[in-house]
């Protein structure tokens, strides 16, 4: 008995030998082709973060993906924090994104068609902003941040950027787009003098990310977009017609004020005027215009759902701007002690957040060797190469939520490798028992054993410690 324990134990060492051998292989021809490779024990998470604006009322951090022979196509991943009643001023950007309103309420305004066009967003909506469209965001509540997930495509624009962003308003920081041009060339543009367009382009400098200074703009916005479609006509041309009777108290107000709050604050009879405009003609065609729609994931009904998770995508044929952007959506939630089976993404690079809990994620090289093992928790960010097998798991004491993006607006259809309606199930046979050095009766006991499919019942915590420790006992 104890000689069949250590042949059973030195066939394991050379196994785990040849395995990590081959691991190394490819572990250093994936390393290779970075800048900065990260350690083989993250190699498929997203460390390298870069902070793009921080301001008092917001900030926006990105963390940088990279491309290689074994991901033809790579997404960068954004996350946006808004402080109540602020502004991301009109801008527009060299990439697209697509965004997700993880929590808070948002005011979206975006040109559309040369109309300006609005659209309100609340928790759980996704939105498809093209490259170079003009648009800003408004966080309308009063008392909540707003916090927004997106995914960015990577720019080609001059410069080592993620992202290229021209902005429509600004001053000294951020600069208008508009502030480069020659004074005479915007004089004869805009038609108004040198002076006029000196307290244009100088007063703003308070970055990308602005404070809404009146205190009523919540409840301004709440109320008005509650409105029936004449009511909301009516009610901002009576606000438009109060502002322009104040205009002279406003004035004098700021000129009163703390000078360096004017410069860095916008006020909300500014806000309405970019927004709408300033003469009521032009405001039923605003209003009116309808912009592309939004889509909320959490009003989806799983694709899949069983006693251990759920899990839902979105790809073109469900919201119809994601084809042109070529990204997809997905959303999974796994039970506490609960796993994706191990699959693999045949036309798409994956890109997950862990939005909720903890787990662990696994990734395989195509040689069969472990390319990833690492614990995942709130805020982490994974990629995974098409082709490359893996899998999630979650923690026992608590459920993995994850949301991400896919490389593919078209279906994804992944390939399960284990479960009961699996590859292994599907290509059972004598090729396959053969390929495994088994006979066909044990090639289809092992492959009948699970009942459960896509999501299943995770590893007993025990059977792993006893795993975890055979190479202790091969070392001893």
Known sequence: MGSSVTLLILLFVLCHG???????????????????????????????????????????????????????????????????RSLFIPQYIDSSLIIFVRSGEAKLG???????????????????????????????EGGQKLHIICSIEPSESLG?????????GGGIHPASVLAGFESEILEAAFNVSGEELRKFFTKKHGGAIVHVRDSQATSIWTKFLQLKEEEKLQHLREMVQQRQENVEMEKEDEESGDEEEQQTSWSWRKLLESVFGEENKNTREMITKRSPRSYNLYNRKPDFQNNYGWSVAVDGSHYHPLRSSGVGIYHVNLSAGSMMAPHVNPRATEYGIVLKGSGRIQVVFPDGSNAMDTHIKVGDVFFIPRYFAFCQIASNGEPLEFFGFTTSAQKNRPIFLVGSTSLIRTMMGPELATAFGVSEKTMRSIAKAQQEAVILPAPHEEVQVVVDAIPKLAKE
């Open 110 to 140: 975006i040109v559309n068609k040369g109309k300006l066009a609005h659209r309100s967003l609340k928790m759980g909506d996704v939105y498809q902003i093209p490259a170079g469209s003009a648009f800003y965001i408004v966080n309308i």
């Open 160 to 168: 080592d950027d993620v992202f290229q962003s021209f902005y429509i």
């Open 18 to 84: 040849v395995t990590v051998t081959m691991g190394r292989f490819w572990r250093t021809e994936v390393e290779e082709r970075k800048e900065d490779p990260p350690r083989p024990d993250n190699l498929f998470l997203m460390k390298k973060s870069k902070l793009v604006i921080k301001t008092s009322a917001g900030k926006m951090r990105v963390l940088e993906s990279y491309g290689s022979r074994a991901s033809e196509r790579h997404l960068h991943i954004g996350f946006i924090t808004m402080e109540p």
